[in-house]
């Protein structure tokens, strides 16, 4: 039974975890494809996310077998950084929207701000690099950052499979998703998906990086969810703390 | 002479930078941070067998990470602002 309950958390946090950080970086992937589809045409924004998914499958084959050789305590340190970082960065990102420190993520300005710079590049009769290149950057960068949540979080967990189709499930729901509504990405509740995330990504990170130190958890897995029941007050707790400052309302921050 | 970089060189530049953007970019505190993190509960866990201060200190020093980083960030807001 307690095996049963403390294998079920890892599962689910990683889950939650893979299918939050995919469906974000999906819906910033696709603004841009769709930006550049409807101002240059398709075939170029196809041709660029073509290309990109075949060089990120490249290197998914390329590094995700030579991951599994390396020793797993090393891994998890490793990974555990890597994900404590990541985490860190995108619940401060979080904090600091919801508490009005930091301006909203607008999918429709990232869209609006796209079609501007590829209309003010003239148009070639040829074939259409500018936009062949814009859709190849942003759908390679994003899905860079799938691929590293996915190897880091799966090879981890032992769970590569899993955390494969998670993130599988969750790029084909928002592409659906995002074809049926077109340019409305902006509906998407990016910010408390980022803040889910940010608290996930910190959990695993928290866990991982003392696996890889030979910290002996109490609970083993278990342990996972008393992080994200931590991080998630402490997160509650800086933006009632932050919001209760009048001055900081829409001051806005660059970083 | 062509002075223009290789393709590698690109190739192996745009890598180091964009493991620089994910790993440090506009947050170098929180980079700084983990690092800080690690050392101490290796400190504490490897070195001084200490298991139970480890289970506290990790996540204790994340919570603080966060919590400069987010300050650093109010300031910044508050020095624009002014």
């Known amino acids: 039974m307690l095996v049963a309950t403390a294998v079920?958390?890892?599962?689910?946090?990683?889950?939650?975890a893979v299918?939050?950080?995919?469906?974000?970086?999906?819906?910033?992937?696709?603004?841009?494809?769709?930006?550049?589809?409807?101002?240059?045409?398709?075939?170029?924004?196809?041709?660029g996310t073509g290309v990109a998914l075949v060089a990120l499958t490249a290197l998914v084959a390329v590094f995700g077998p030579a991951l599994i050789h390396v020793p797993l305590s090393v891994l998890r340190l490793v990974v555990g950084g890597i994900l404590l970082i990541f985490g860190m960065q995108w619940l401060r990102k979080a904090i600091l929207r919801s508490s009005g420190l930091k301006a909203m993520h607008d999918e429709d300005e990232i869209y609006r701000e796209t079609v501007a710079e590829l209309e003010a590049v003239g148009t070639s009769p040829n074939r259409d690099r500018i936009?062949?290149?814009?859709?190849?950057?942003?759908?390679?960068?994003?899905?860079?950052?799938?691929?590293?949540?996915?190897?880091?979080?799966?090879?981890?967990?032992?769970?590569l499979g899993l955390a494969a189709t998670v993130a599988g499930v969750a790029i084909v729901l928002v592409g659906i998703v995002g074809v049926v509504v077109a340019r409305q990405l902006s509906n998407v509740?990016?910010?408390?998906?980022?803040?889910?995330?940010?608290v996930l990504l910190v959990s695993y990170g928290t866990f991982w990086t003392g696996e890889g130190l030979k910290v002996r958890w109490p609970g083993?897995?278990?342990?996972?969810?008393?992080?994200?029941?931590?991080?998630?007050l402490v997160t509650w707790l800086m933006i009632a703390v932050l919001r209760r400052e009048p001055s900081n309302v829409e001051s806005g921050v660059a970083a | 002479m062509n002075k223009e970089p290789?393709?590698?060189i690109r190739l192996l530049k745009g890598f180091g930078m964009f493991w620089w953007d994910f790993l440090v970019?506009?947050?170098?505190?929180?980079?700084?941070?983990?690092?800080i993190i690690i050392g101490v509960v290796a400190g504490l866990s490897e070195a001084g067998h200490h298991n139970a201060a480890s289970v506290v200190a990790l996540p204790l020093l994340v919570v603080v990470a966060l919590a400069l980083s987010v300050h650093r960030a109010q300031r910044t807001a508050r020095r624009k602002g002014r």
């Open chain 1, 8 to 16: 079920s958390s890892g599962v689910v946090v990683l889950v939650g």
């Open chain 1, 19 to 47: 299918f939050l950080a995919c469906a974000v970086e999906m819906v910033e992937a696709l603004t841009i494809v769709l930006a550049v589809g409807h101002t240059r045409g398709w075939r170029s924004a196809f041709e």
């Open chain 1, 131 to 159: 936009a062949f290149v814009m859709a190849f950057k942003g759908v390679f960068l994003e899905g860079l950052e799938v691929v590293i949540t996915v190897l880091t979080l799966g090879t981890s967990a032992h769970r």
């Open chain 1, 189 to 198: 509740p990016e910010n408390a998906m980022k803040m889910g995330v940010g």
């Open chain 1, 220 to 232: 083993n897995d278990t342990m996972l969810l008393v992080f994200v029941a931590l991080y998630l």
């Open chain 2, 6 to 8: 290789t393709l590698v």
């Open chain 2, 25 to 35: 970019g506009d947050t170098p505190e929180l980079f700084v941070g983990a690092l």
